[in-house]
């Protein structure tokens, strides 16, 4: 049965980004994956797309303060230091 993958595609490899930067990590604990959380959210401030993270109408930062679980000031200012 061809259910759409080409010759010699595994279900075990992740579909190319075309950056090469691609790993799996399992998450071990809620620390991590806050610590991921927080990665995620600021990734475009950090990459220059937005000037803060709140700005960046794709992030799921959105859903995180709608919940309450951030605030919507959480990292409204890009640390110098940083």
């Not at 579909?15 to 927080?38: A, N």
């Not at 700005?55 to 409204?76: C, I, K, N, Q």
Request: aromatic share 14%; with cysteine.
């Amino acid at each position: 049965m061809n259910i759409g993958f080409g010759s010699g595609d595994s279900f075990d490899r992740l579909p190319s980004t075309g950056s090469g930067q691609v790993w799996e990590h399992t998450i071990r604990d809620d620390t991590d994956l806050q610590r991921h959380v927080y990665y995620i959210h600021w990734n475009p401030v950090k990459h220059g797309l937005s000037q803060c993270v709140a700005d960046w109408p794709y992030s799921s930062f959105h859903t995180y303060v709608r919940l309450g679980l951030l605030s919507a000031e959480w990292a409204a200012t890009v640390n110098e230091t940083m």
